[in-house]
């Protein structure tokens, strides 16, 4: 109804984000991309845990398991295609999030939980434990991929301006990709499923079904920034599939209110943010952004997302006074 | 009247401006700027303090200066963590612009500063991480390493032994890189001096839970334990070796980090205890004794290798800055600088490989109730292989 | 494997297990009567630790360290639960979780400005230093069995309570259905807080008792803290049988899995999780 | 489907019990509805009339016994494979998506005839076929006014229709209701009856409520329950004149409207 309203801000917000690499500090271009890859990870987790009420505990695997995918699937000392690598890298982190689907969703709520964890924290240690992809040291990438489709190359990702353009294209069309799927039968289903499983499987949906379908297609997404991540930095470790990882991307998603695919983007921004301000004040930044946590839990349960509703709420309650 | 203040305000503004300026340029010219990327929390904390105390050590000695200029540090915390280790490098890098790069403990986190420093070009010094790729396949140009390798004490430890006689050895470590490089240095030796490894046995890291391992060393009854372990892992291992009653009758080595830092929570389960390290308690240089010291007045504390490794990196960066005449921007002097410096050490003088790792002595250590005291250099000058390397 | 080191490795087993079961007792406790998943269960274990080392560095007996550090870990428990966590009933699990998690970073901090970033070593009694000769050259320290029989004892004594005491019948009767509880006329934010207090307490004990063994070093916490989930999930929510028989089955999955599959002994214990989900999706024994 | 043959028995249930531990909830129920019929499943508080109503939708397995739905064995199948075949059921508390629509309730209901998860790209409000549909059942369960309303702000008695209009959307040929009466005052009581009985016209329909006037009103079978047994089963003039039915449940004045 008001979407053209919240559209607005969206792309006011959307233009100043394009305008950084204008600034051509490639630490600022670089810091900004690499929180874009992480607001596209907080959405595809929101997908699971703010549209279809299913709280993972373990979405960092997906992350690390394309990122893993590939420095591994990148011959040493040339540039892979990245027409070949992405949608290998992608398609990995998917068949993984399928396979531990199959577990993990036949276990409910608080159980659910933990039983995403520990498997999250299996697909560690097959990273740190076995010389796949080099054991407790991680992996080099030394070329990215290159997007030369027969000889024609539209964008060089070894470029830091064109890295980031490709980076904030991928996150656009997520959330288009990920508004539109909300809209569609199969999104309407999961909310349902959020709201009463239950009813959802009287009223004749396999759940089950639909719940692997949005596992699946969380974990792909989560490999699609695994993959941006891996490009980016050009090196992947297995902390990247640490529970800190999936911890901090739940964060995001809470800071930024959870079904809220924009809240979750919000989100990420607030996290580093705040990570990077506590970082440079103080040695103790740790306290700090455990007191934030600890705060936002108790004092703002709708998260970021929440704060302008609560101000205005406060604000027509001072009126009606 | 009205117009003249505004005349008066302007030639401030102006002046000011200048001044900001002229402060900034003279700022660009005069600083060296130092960028610490070490762990100030978490496991390894006490080890950057360290690092970080010995590199200021040497500064102020130095007057205050590198190369003959004022040092502006810039501090990151690298929590150990790997996956935020390209940012925190970029941050100094990019951000900052760091001169050069100092770090750090966690070998996955110092080979992610490496790319960042092979990438754009920055000097980087590695003041610990022993991880043999640094100096090996991944070395460059630019990354020089104060410390150690992997290789080098676990091989000098195989030399030792084979010497000795010891024929049958089992091996225990983490399942990690610094373990396996560890083992894998000490096989190398060992083998080539006749012996032989009966029993290869890893664990997942960070596991502490020995017991079945010395359950097999108990029943395999080799002549000799070889292990790789560190910290809170090494001192408990030492720990369970001494109680499970092994430690009369089957002697346990292994490269010096199984004691460093360690032996108060041993609780003198480690005394006597043999192992191979590039730096000792004991050792009759002058230049250890003034460094001991000048660090336990400065900092109230006792040194430790940490603290000796951030001091050499100091010294190393001196030495390229003295080559290129102050200055930093003259990368290719800095480095050559470095190559051929002969480092006066704590530990005892070394120079740098060609591929930027330093030749040492190592030592033979044994535990004395709370020092590793120095026995005898049992490999002199010792030059990690660098295999894999092209430079 | 030779006979005697079977049996040996079978003690390492049992050992291993019980000790694994002191950890994840607490947690399994809080989980099942609280619906909370308590990350800083680790934490509780890590302050335990800490505390064992500054106590009886202070008086000089770890048993004094434990006689005084349990009541000062109930108080710290029912503290937190009265701060922070009796706001958060009504709210989402996931909220509860990310609490906890913000308690871990605080407390590694605080512990990191309080105690320093060293690793320490905790003396064990003088009347428990001595070993067991089990074979020519290996023997058996009496620290670790008598770990083992504090477990037990630990183990006998929760499940009197579980099966004796009002509180217990609540943890049978029990879950996170307050309307229910409060409906038999019980004090429920007083059974939280005691259930809490019971967690923190399990978990810093078992942190003292570890202190000798484990030594006491930064993020000991985190070490401990997957083992324990793992435990819980195989076991069954808020089963304490189901953690016992989980702990043991833990214990043997490691410890014969790192002799026998020592390529995989990290992922074993996972697998065997995995498994176990195949087969019973919610646990072992899943309460009720 | 659409083929509506009077009489055609639509659900049999046989000798079903459902064990709880040592507790027998039900035991040796035996049930049938035909089509056109309303079968009314009474019993005093705790006789097992839910336990018995979950057997049949699914949401319980039987521990013996078996379920036919026209002449097929469906004891196997889930609550959701039921709802496929032809079985809709509404529970006791309200159970709806508060936060939706009345029209995103039934449209959501609707679109699992036509379950599509792979078209990603179509938007749901969309699909018109489905859109249709549910408008057609919120009319038939007497909510046409009430099309865009949030759900969760609807009075308790349109709620319960809301619930039905949901069963309808799927086709559902057997509608298992439990106690769709509970809560409501009299007016809306009145006018469920009347949608019962419009639904009746096509559908067999088994009925769990308290309300007597109303079961007696709609009802052309009833099935007595006492303590997990059947007790008694007809037509509700032999149900009225059941001794055993007014010695167990009916003599009790206070117990007839619960």
């Given at each position: ?23 051509g ?11 874009l ?31 893993y ?15 070949y ?45 076995t ?28 470029n ?13 069309l ?9 809209q ?44 941006l ?30 079904g ?49 509703g ?12 | 009247m ?95 612009k ?23 070009k ?73 012996g ?21 060393i ?13 910290g ?5 291992f ?25 032996l108060g ?5 480690g ?7 590039h ?14 010291t ?5 900092y ?5 290798v ?9 010294q ?16 290719e ?59 | ?55 009886t ?10 006689v005084?550090?349990i ?9 937190l ?172 999955a ?5 002799v ?17 989900l195949?087969?019973?999706?919610e ?6 | ?45 705790g ?97 046409g ?62 009925l ?16 007595v ?34």
């Amino acid at each position: 109804m008001n979407a053209n309203a919240s559209l607005i801000p969206k792309l006011v917000a959307l233009a100043i984000v394009a305008c950084v690499p204008l600034s051509g500090e490639s630490f600022y271009i670089e810091i900004v991309g690499k929180v874009l890859v992480m607001a596209i990870f907080a959405m595809s987790l929101d997908l699971l845990v703010g549209f279809t009420g299913l709280v993972s505990f373990g979405h960092a695997a997906y992350f690390g398991i394309a990122a893993y995918a590939v420095a591994i699937l990148s011959p040493e000392y040339e540039a892979a295609s990245l027409w070949y690598v992405l949608p290998a890298s992608v398609g990995l982190s998917a068949l993984a999030a399928f396979v531990i689907g199959l577990f993990v969703l036949r276990t409910k709520g608080i159980y659910f939980i933990m039983v995403t964890l520990a498997f999250a924290q299996m697909a560690y240690f097959i990273f740190h434990d076995t010389p796949l992809g080099g054991g407790s040291d991680g992996k080099y990438l030394n070329n990215k991929p290159s997007a030369s489709i027969f000889g024609w190359e539209p964008f060089d990702l070894t470029n830091e301006v064109h890295m980031f353009y490709f980076i904030l294209a991928v996150l656009v069309l997520v959330y288009l990709f990920l508004a539109r799927v909300l809209q569609s039968p199969f999104g309407r289903v999961l909310v349902g499923i959020k709201s009463n499983e239950h009813r959802m499987q009287s009223l004749g949906y396999l759940t089950f079904r639909y719940k692997l379908g949005a596992f699946t297609l969380a974990g792909a997404l989560g490999g699609l920034a695994g993959f941006l991540y891996a490009v980016l930095f050009g090196f992947v470790t297995p902390e990247l599939l640490s529970w800190h990882e999936s911890g901090n991307v739940l964060l995001m998603v809470i800071l930024g209110g959870m079904g809220n695919l924009a809240g979750a983007i919000a989100g990420a921004f607030a996290f580093e943010a705040m990570r990077e301000i506590f970082a440079d004040i103080t040695k103790y930044w740790q306290l700090l952004m455990g007191g934030v946590i600890v705060a936002v839990v108790l004092f703002l349960p709708g998260g970021l997302a929440g704060v302008p509703g609560r101000i205005k709420r406060a604000l027509q309650g001072g009126e009606a006074k | 009247m009205m117009k003249s203040t505004f005349k008066l305000a302007g030639n401030l503004a102006l002046t000011l401006a200048l001044a900001a300026a002229g402060i900034g340029a003279a700022n660009a010219a005069d600083k060296v700027k130092v960028g610490l990327m070490l762990p100030y929390t978490g496991t390894y904390a006490a080890l950057g303090t360290a690092i970080t105390n010995g590199f200021k050590q040497f500064v102020d000695e130095n007057g205050g200066k590198l190369g003959g200029r004022e040092v502006e540090y810039f501090t990151v915390d690298d929590e150990s963590n790997p996956a935020k280790a390209t940012e925190n490098a970029k941050k100094l890098v990019s951000r900052d612009k760091v001169d050069v790069l100092v770090g750090t403990v966690h070998s996955g986190v110092a080979l992610a500063m490496a790319k960042v420093a092979r990438d754009t070009k920055t000097l980087m010094i590695v003041p610990n991480a022993g991880a043999n790729d640094l100096t090996g396949p991944l070395c460059s140009p630019y990354v020089f390493r104060s410390s150690f390798s992997a290789w080098q004490p676990s091989y000098a430890m195989g030399e030792a032994l084979a010497k000795k006689g010891i024929k049958n050895v089992a091996t225990v470590t983490w399942k990690y890189s610094f373990g396996e490089e560890s083992v894998a240095g000490f096989k190398e030796a060992f083998e080539k001096g006749g012996g032989k490894l009966v029993k290869e046995m890893t664990l997942p890291f960070p596991n502490v839970e020995f017991q079945p391992f010395l359950t097999e060393i108990a029943s395999a009854k080799p002549d000799a334990v070889f292990v790789f372990f560190a910290g809170a892992g090494a001192a408990k291992f030492v720990a369970d070796y001494a109680a499970a009653g092994l430690k009369n009758s089957i002697p346990l080595y292994g490269p010096g980090f199984l004691t460093d830092g360690n032996l108060g929570a041993m609780g003198g389960a480690g005394e006597g205890l043999l192992t191979t390290l590039h730096y000792a308690d004991g050792l009759t240089n002058a230049k250890d004794a003034a460094f001991r010291t000048k660090y336990a007045q400065t900092y109230k504390l006792q040194p430790d290798v940490y603290a000796v490794q951030g001091y050499d990196a100091a010294q190393m960066y001196e030495a390229g800055l003295k080559a290129a005449g102050g200055d930093p921007e003259k990368k290719e002097d800095v480095i050559k600088g470095m190559e051929s410096a002969k480092i006066d050490s704590p530990r005892g003088a070394f120079t740098l490989s060609k591929a930027h790792n330093p030749v040492q002595d190592i030592y033979m250590r044994q535990v004395k109730g709370d020092q590793n005291v120095m026995l005898e250099v049992v490999s002199k000058s010792l030059e990690d292989p660098a295999r894999g390397c092209k430079m | 494997m030779d006979f005697a080191s079977f049996l040996i490795q079978t003690l390492n087993s049992l050992q291993y297990g019980l000790l694994l079961f002191l950890v994840a007792s607490g947690l399994t406790l809080v989980f099942g009567i609280m619906g909370i998943i308590n990350l800083a269960h680790g934490s509780f274990y890590m302050i335990g630790a800490y505390l064992a080392f500054v106590l009886t560095s202070a008086t000089g007996s770890l048993v004094l360290a434990v006689v005084l550090g349990i009541p000062l870990a109930l108080a710290f428990g029912a503290f937190l639960e009265w701060a922070l966590f009796s706001h958060l009933y009504k709210r989402d699990h996931l909220e509860q979780v990310l609490l906890t998690y913000g308690l871990i970073l605080i407390f590694e901090q605080l512990r990191s400005l309080l105690v320093g970033d060293d690793v320490h070593g905790v003396a064990i009694p003088a009347f428990l230093d001595a070993s067991i000769q089990l074979t020519e050259v290996m023997s058996y320290p009496v620290y670790r069995l008598a770990i083992s029989v504090v477990c037990i004892v630990l183990a006998v004594a929760l499940y009197y309570v579980i099966q004796r005491t009002r509180l217990g019948m609540m943890i049978r009767a029990g879950n996170d259905d307050r309307g229910m509880v409060e409906a038999l006329g019980i004090n429920i934010n007083m059974i939280y807080r005691v259930v809490f207090a019971l967690g923190v307490a399990l978990a810093a004990l078992a942190g003292m008792l570890a202190a000798p063994i484990s030594s006491v070093f930064p993020n000991m916490g985190s070490h401990v803290l997957i083992i324990s989930f793992v435990i819980v999930v195989i076991g069954g929510i808020g089963s304490v049988w189901g953690a016992l028989v989980a702990a043991l089955i833990v214990g043997f999955a490691d410890t014969f899995g790192k002799v026998l599959v020592p390529e995989l002994s990290g992922i074993v214990v996972y697998v065997v999780m995995a498994v176990v989900l195949l087969w019973r999706p919610e646990g072992i024994l899943k309460k009720g | 489907m659409s083929t509506t043959t009077k009489n055609e028995v639509l659900l049999q249930a046989d000798r079903l019990t459902r064990r709880f531990g040592g507790l027998v909830a039900n035991q040796d129920i035996s049930v049938t509805l035909e089509r056109q019929m309303i079968h009314v499943l009474l019993g005093p508080n705790g006789a097992g009339k839910s336990t018995c109503i979950n057997m049949l939708s699914g949401d319980l397995p039987p521990s013996e016994g078996r379920i036919h739905y026209l002449g097929k064995d469906i004891t196997a199948l889930t609550a959701a494979q039921r709802s496929q075949v032809g079985i809709g059921r509404s529970y006791q508390r309200t159970n709806i998506f508060p936060q939706f629509t009345v029209l995103e309730n039934v449209r959501l209901a609707a679109q699992s005839r036509r379950q599509q998860p792979w078209s990603l790209f179509t938007k749901a409000m969309e699909q018109k076929w489905a859109l249709d549909k549910a408008r057609a059942c919120i009319e038939e369960a007497g909510l046409g006014k009430r099309v865009d309303w949030v759900s969760g702000v609807l009075s308790h008695g349109e709620q319960r229709q809301l619930e039905i209009a949901m069963v309808l959307s799927t086709d559902a040929q057997v509608l298992l209701l439990d106690e769709p009466l509970a809560g409501m005052g009299s007016e809306e009581s009145a006018s469920m009856v009347e949608v019962l009985k419009r639904l009746r016209q096509t559908r067999g329909i088994l009925l769990v409520e308290h309300d007597m006037d109303a079961v007696f009103a709609v009802a052309d079978m009833i099935t007595v329950m006492v303590n997990g047994q059947l007790l008694e089963c007809g037509p509700p003039a032999q149900i009225k004149a059941s001794v055993a039915v007014q010695q167990a449940y009916l003599g009790t004045e206070d117990s007839f409207h619960v």
